[in-house]
């Protein structure tokens, strides 16, 4: 039943019991792989006929095909629709990557742990589809920092590593997150980010508080390390386009 007493739609109850096959086989598929896992193990966890379950998937790659799209496929939109909000500035933009991550990753923690397990293993077109779009997602987070880096609204950093770390962390989260720990995932989204904050913003009003020279100087190696990242990586980039 539907939560205002209404009897739910064939629509409904369909899309209901498919995500509900989903869950189950991202368990499976996280658990024992891709390769190792047939439609006879999700029909039996489900405890369903496999011509039930066909019902909803025609085939075991159709499944992961649907997994993929609502999980790599999901983030990386959120991730290109963050990157373009106007309305945000960078160290808004950076919490709320952080925060949004963290909440996508926790509400489908098998998904994700499935993705790790057997991304090698997915079939084709789908294996080609997750690479592009984890690549893709890997420009746009690097790509946000570098803009907050040349506005100097953060210090200069590698902005590659940055975000692998930012990723890496928030990913990571699938492995340990539980949804009846002790921990809301809003306050672990909020301190992640927090942390990712305290890395990324530049830290000149403290550091010249007290009008050292040592503390200027620092600025300027920070400064001055960046520019030299940027002339070697335009020197180099004749070189790799011959």
């Known amino acids: 039943m539907s939560t205002d007493g209404r009897r739910a739609t064939p629509q409904a109850r369909r899309a209901l019991v498919a995500n509900e096959i ?3 086989a991202a ?12 439609i006879r193990d999700i029909a039996d966890a489900m405890e369903m006929s496999r011509p039930a379950v066909y019902h909803y998937f025609e085939t075991k790659e159709s499944l992961v095909q649907e997994l993929v799209a609502g999980v790599t496929g999901e983030i990386l939109q959120f991730i290109i629709e963050l990157r373009a909000d ?8 950076a919490h709320a990557l952080v925060e949004g991550l963290v909440r996508r990753v926790a ?9 790790a397990a057997s991304e090698r293993s997915l079939p084709e077109p789908i294996g080609s589809t997750h690479a592009e779009a984890k690549r893709d997602a890997l420009v746009e ?7 907050g880096v040349a506005d100097g609204a953060f210090r200069p950093v590698d902005e590659r590593l940055a ?3 930012i990723l890496g962390m928030c990913n990571w989260v699938a492995w340990w997150y539980r949804a009846d720990g002790d921990i809301p995932v809003e306050e672990i989204g909020a301190a992640l980010a927090d942390l990712v904050l305290e890395g990324l913003p530049r830290r000149q009003s403290r550091r010249l508080a007290d009008g050292s020279i040592g ?6 190696r920070e400064d001055l390390a960046h520019l030299e990242r ?4 335009r020197e180099a980039a004749p070189r790799r386009k011959s």
């Open 22 to 24: 989903l869950d189950k």
């Open 27 to 38: 368990t499976i598929f996280a658990d024992q792989g891709f390769a190792g896992t047939g």
């Open 86 to 93: 106007r309305h945000l500035d960078h160290r808004e933009k």
């Open 107 to 115: 509400a489908r923690p098998a998904h994700m742990r499935l993705l």
């Open 141 to 147: 987070v690097r790509a946000m920092i570098a803009e």
């Open 163 to 165: 975000a692998l770390a």
């Open 215 to 220: 503390a200027a100087a620092a600025l300027l």
């Open 230 to 233: 940027l002339i070697h990586a």
